[in-house]
Every structure is written in structure tokens, then in C-alpha cells.
């Protein structure tokens, strides 16, 4: 694996200029926005515009100067309680996996790497499963996130473990450990599903889930999963240095002063907190850690000080837009979350992959 | 220089961060329901409702140990899950119901196709829609993802986690009794209640008394019935013996053919989609180990149309005059329904 | 005054010892190369200059102290190296390359001071590259990227510049440029040290050659005594003629060793 990603180029391969960080935080911004308030617009139900303002109005101002404010429970409980913490959650997700996503394609010199490669995806899927089939998940809205969350971390746990001789951990063998892993919790799971595959019911929810979703969120999943997401993002922003150093090889990295080791394990466990908190909340979804650094990287460049923040807003606009598509495309039934970043994200993927090989001249 | 001692200290930090925090959530901004755990052996949470009173306001307490009240007859009643639209379509008008499972309208697997396309409720899977209807009542499966649930209540709708998996038919009519109670259907539903029972009774009257216990099947796919199912109270209310549970299956579980041969059952009960009965039929006919018990070899297997195949719901009492019909009724083997 | 030292230093590999032990002693100021054949240990021993790898047994000294005993970054700050290999498939900018040699110095949290700046436009003019300073890294020939990466390394402001092989992929005209960098370098005082196996080239601005052969230092000093021919036959297995040029160094000819 680490022969054929030393033959990948990780960016521009023809010398294209970059694209100003003024223009494209020019473009974003306003879609990121729109995308926000599109989101909270649009819903199964129509609610007009001034409804959705007056309803802002009622929940973020203080009580004495709402009085005359005439909003309905019904569309207060729908603005408020159904819409905005689902956008807000699909933004810290879709966010969240797009900054993991920066943190291993650096760490892995790799384009193709993606959050759930050091395992910590499919262990919080293996942890999410228990929590369903023990039945726990019917009865308590915190089991799920919380065993995903935990799921995650020991999975990250186990795949270190695997790949550390003396205090060394090379790389090539953490990524192997983290696929052959996630190979293993990803078959766990599924036993789990097939033993249980009579319970119909269970059964169905495990794979919906597992397919992404954002049905039934609360501001007690805003609460679950933007901590992680913010402390994540930050960890990641502290370590920007340090990954431009690692991306250029861990010896170059070693002779400037980073210590290599330290270094990947805060990346390997921030990763892993950043995954196992979208995965708490939103189950399975992909490409959005694979494809939006990876875009950011060909738009903007290698350097991730300004690839973390741009992924991340991206990622996070991204996502608000997929679950949008995924809410209205058939209502009333909604597609699951993870089925349509992988129908958005997999073409635009392989249109940017056949712009770079046509444009360069790498051989 | 690191020893493992250390590389497990972050990691295991992190997870106890993790749960103060879902700790500080449950606290703070948790519904109803908080970090409940699922109760082992599952004490069904109905026997605590005060069922015959009339007055209101009622109380009801579900399995999430929710004490719901009621405090008039409901007239917008919504429900989640396909087994209960069975259940408040036989005990409501068909206008009170202005929200469905996504099922309903499913016409091969809905027993209450006709009354969804004749007064197209809305579909309950999205909650907006659901709020935006302003229901009286939500009836929401036991068995499905919290989530669900814990929206719908926070939104101030009212909740009521139903039993929608039963092990006898009394359980069965207790739940058609609870709908009423909860909706203040009450009379439609001891009608309701009733005519099941006496259906349920005059299948068992079929029997000839002093007959043999008929060994049954019961065959959903690759699966069968055995001990603390609906299939094996309804096999020995008929008198029957229920051949999963004599070779120690228990619950709902996959067989092989080859078991099935050993077992050697007397009569196979057997499901197929609307319309298929016959080729089913012929299929297990010709099936190399099929053939090979008796059932098949004096023409002892029973079809019946899924729809009404164990539907966990009041259409269970036509399955089980279906089945004591064909055992000792006139007709045997063929199609039912 | 800045000492390399090399105390019976020697690394194993699987019980095996590969390289040493060896002592040896660089001090300010020199220009110092390693040559021997290829597996002889010069890159071995650079690394364990540059404190990239630890001696399984012995000591690697810098300045008396153990080198692993100080912490990272003030080994980083004194001690810079340049890696042999130079290809880089990113497209960093010259300048995001440059900015990265002040690792050690900045804080995490400190932005870039003017004191980074200064270093880094001193060694993007010393290494004649600051028309080069918004050009990404990927799209610059091998000397170019060489002379980047040497600044690089100046950017730190070090005490000692360890280079891997620098003149390996480089033409000849490259080549020559980047050793005269490297001797002017060692004339401001630094201490310069290169391994590398095209003694040729290197000799003529070296003042003090270490030649290693299977993980064992033979012989070092100035290049008269240690490149007696006795010893190029014996290391390198060739003949070896030497042939006086007009600028006085003498220039090696080889033959093969008639048997």
C-alpha cells in the first residue's frame, strides 16, 4: 500500500495555480449560508418564511420582547424542535468527518485514506449494533451514541496496540491494522445482524442505521456530538505543523524537531474522536471524509492550515445540503443519508480524479 | 521507553470524557427515558393499566415507564407500526385514523389496504408531519429506536409505547382492549374483543373431541415456531402439537429440510404472497425433503396467504380458523383466503 | 564551540551489530565528508549525527551531552539535515517549504515573527532561490529542489548541516554549485558535514574525510592520508590513479583491478 501511494501524487501534479483563499471563502461562505437556511426552510411541511422568522425570534430573544410574537406550537416545535437541530447536527457531522478526513490522507500520504481506516468507524458501527440488539436502543436515546462513541475509542485502541513495536508505530503497519480491524469489527457486526435477523424489526433499524441517517434528531444529539466535533477541530488546527512535517516523511518530520511518535497517536486519537462522534449521531456515512479534503487539497492546496478550516466548512455545507436532498428527493419517505453522499460524492469523485490524471503528466 | 501503559491512558481518558458528558446530557438535556436500560424479562407494563374505568382523565403507564394521560376520547390517533394500524383500525372509525405505517399502503402485506385508499391517512414515519397534524394519541411500537419516541414526546405529542410482539392470544385481546382504553373506544373494543374470542372459540370447537393431537408445522420461509410463540399458543389451543417446539426450538428460529424430515411433521402450515398459494404449494410439494413426510404424502399442507399469516394483530383470528378449518374442517389441502 | 562526537557509538539490528562501534570527533567550522561504499554505514552515521536514530550501544555526544537525552527540538535547532531524497509530490510552495524548517523554533501556538521571516529570506537569498519563493516544489528541477532544501535547513539557523548524498541525482554543473554552497557554509563557521560515495567531486572542498567500509570506520583525516591508493584498492576494490589537475587537487582515475 505505501509503494503505491509514494506513485500517487497527494496534489497538484501540473503547476496550476492555487486558487486564492479570499475567492474561495468567497464562494463558500454564501453557500454554506444558503444551504443552513434552505435547510431550515424546506421540510414535509410548509412553513412560510416570516413563520420560521417569528419562530427565531420567540426561542433566541428574551421572553419580555416576545410577547406580541404569534407563532403556533405546532410550527415552533417544528422550526425548533425537529429542524434546526437536524441541520445543525448534519453540519458538525458532515464537518467532523471532512477534519478526520484531512488528518489521515496527511498521515497516510495518502489520497485515498478516509476516517474509517484506522477503525474507528466500523467499531462505533460494532458498538451501536450491541446497543441495538441488546435492545438498550429502544429504551434510551443516549445508548447508542454513547456505545458508538465508546466503540470507537477502544477500536482506535486495539488497531494501536497492533501496530506498535517499542514505542514505534510505522505507519504502513497502522494501516494495515486499521483495515484488517475494521474488517473484523465490520464481521462482527454483521453476525450480530444476521443472528438477530429474525427479529425483523431490530433488524431493519441496524440497517437503516448503519446506511446513515439523520431521522429523529434532538438538541440532545447537538449536545452529544458538537463537543467532540469543536474539541476535535481544535486538537486538529494545533497540529497543523506538525502534519505538513509528517506529509513530507516521518524522518524529514523527525529532524525539525516533531516527535513522530507523539505526534501520530494525538492524530490517530483525534481522527478517532472526530469519526466516533458522526458516527454516534449519524451512523455510517461515507465519502464525505474521502471526497472534501480531497477536493479542498486540489482547489486549495497541501498546506492544511488553510486545508483544515476550508475541509471542514465544506464538509459541513456538504452534508446539510446531501440531508436536504435526502428529506425531499421522496417525501415522505426520506433516503438514507449515507446512500446519497455516496450518489453525490462518488461521480463528482471520479470527475476530479479524471481532470488530475488528464491534466498531468505523471507517468 | 512507552510502554503500553501509556499508549492505553489517553484512550481510556477519552472514554470516561465520553460518558461525563452523555452524563451532563442526561442530566441536562435529556428526554424522558434518560439512559434506561432494557428490562431482561420484559413485565408487560399493560397489567398496570386500570382497564374498565370509564371515567377520564386515565392513566396509562407504558413500557418506558411513561405514565401517559388521557383526558378525553381521542379522535386523532396515529400510528407507527404496521401491527398496530391492524389494531386501531379494528377498534376506531376509519376517520379517526389520520396517521399510518408505511405498510398500509402496501397492498401485499396490508390487511387494511381498502381503508387506507378510501381516507389516505398520512404516513407517520416523518415527525414533522406528525406534529403538524396535532394527533391526540401516537401509538408507537416497544420494539423500535428511541429516537423516534423521544422526539414525538418532547414535541408535547402524547406517546403510548405499545406491545406489538405477543406470545398468546390472550395477549392479543388484552391489546385490543388497552386501544380502546386509550382512545375511549371502549365498547367498539370489547365488540372487537369479543368477536375475536368467540372466533378463536368456535375454531377450537372444529376439533372432534377425542381426536389424536395433530402434529403441526409451522413454516415461515426457512423458519419455524417453537416454544414462546403466537404459532405454538394457537397450535395447542386446536389440540395440536406444535412439532418446532416438541424438537426444542425456541421462538422464532431457522430449520433446514433435512429436520423437517426427521421431525416428520402431520400437517405443514405454510405462508405465500396474495396470489401464490398454488405455486408455493407445488413447490414444497416437490421439494426433496418435503416430500418425504407425511404431511406432503397425504396431502396435509396448508397454504395461507400472508397477509393473514401470524399478523400479530385482531386478523390472527382468521389465521386460526384458517388452520382448524383445514385440519378438521371439510377442506384440506389447498388454498386459504 | 560545537562538537560532533561519536563515542564507541554502534547499532544493531536483530542481535547483529551493522555499524561501529566508532569514535569519532567533528568540530566547528570543518568540512567533513563520509565516503565509502554503498552499505558501508555513512548514512548510518549520519543519522546517528543528526540524532534520527539512537546508538544501540556507545554515545552519540553533541557539545559532552548525550544527543537523546536533550529534547527534540533543541537537537532540531542545532542539528539540520537534508535526506537524500528530494522528490516531493506535493505542491508545497517554496516558501510553505521554507517556513517549515522553523518548526523547532516557533511555539505551537505563536504565529510567525519577524525573526522567522528574516531567516527565511536570508537563506531563500543565500541559496539563490528567492526567485524561486512562490513556485511549488513539484514543478522545480533536482538542483533547484536541492538548493531548497538546503535552505531549508540554513532557515533553521543550525550548528551542524548534515547532508545525505546531496549531489546523487544532480547534474554535474548542479552538483558543483551545491558543494560550493556547502563549503561556503562551512567557512561561516558552521559545521558541515557530507556523505556521500562520488569522492571526486567532494574532495576538492573537503578538509577532512572519515572513510567507513561494512559498518567500520578505517581511517579519517585529512584526504591525502586517508585516500592513499593502498586504501582505495582495499575499500572500493578498484585501482586508482591520481592525476593532477591545473586548479593543484589531484583527481582520481580508476581501473579495474587486473586479476
New interface residues.
Partial sequence: MSAAAQNTPLANVSSRPRLRLSVFYGFLLPIMFLSLLAAVGIGSTHISWPTILRVAEFKILPHAWTSSVHVTKADVVIVWLIRVPRVIVAFFVGAGLASAGVLLQALFRNPLAEPSLVGAGEGAVLGGVISFVTGWSATSVLSLPLMAMVGALLALFIVYAMSTRGGVTPVATLLLAGVATSALLSSVASLLLSVNIVNWQIAQEIVFWMMGGLDARTWTHVWLCAPFVVLGFVASLLQTRDLDLLQLGEETAASFGVDVESSKRMLTLTAAILTGAAVAVAGLIGFVGLLVPHAARLILGPSNRTLLPASALTGGAFLVLCDLLARTIHPPTEIRLGIVTALCGGPLFIYLLLRQYRGGANG | ??D?LR??V??VL??LL??T??G???TY???P??????VLEREDGDARVRTGRNQYPREAVD??EVKVSIASPAHRVVSQ?WSIDEFVYSVLPPQDVVAVS?SAYAEEISNVYQSVQQFKP??A?????V??L?PDLLLV????????T??AR???VPVYRIK?NFENLDQIEHNIRLVGYLTGQDESAAKEASRFRATVEKAMSLRPPGSGKPRILGLGGR?SYGRKTLFQDIVTKLGGVNVGAENGLV????VNFEQIVRWDPEWIVAGAKTGNTKQVLATLMSDPAISLTQAARNGHIVVIDNRVFLPMSPYTSIFVRAIAEAIYGQQHAGDKL | MSILEARNAGVKRGGRTIFGPASVCIGAGEMTALIGPNGSGKSTLLRLFAGLWQPDEGEMLIDGEAIHSLPRREVARRVAFVPQETQIDFGFTVSEILAMGRYAHRGRFSPQSQVDHAAINSAAAYCDITHLIDRAINTLSGGERQRVLIARSLVVEPEFILLDEPTANLDIHHALDVLQLCESLSRQGRTVIVATHDFNLVTRHVTRLILLQGGLLIAEGLQEDVLAPRAIQEVFHVEAETVPTKTGQPVYVFHQRIR
Fill in positions: 521507553m512507552h503500553p499508549t492505553m489517553p484512550p477519552l472514554i465520553v460518558i458528558i452523555a451532563g446530557v442526561h438535556a435529556s428526554p427515558g434518560g439512559l434506561q436500560l432494557p413500557s418506558d407500526y408505511q398520512t404516513v414515519t416523518d415527525v414533522e408531519r406534529v403538524a396535532d411500537s416497544r420494539e423500535g429506536r428511541a429516537d423516534y423521544s422526539l418532547s414535541s408535547g406489538t423458519y421462538g422464532y428460529d431457522s
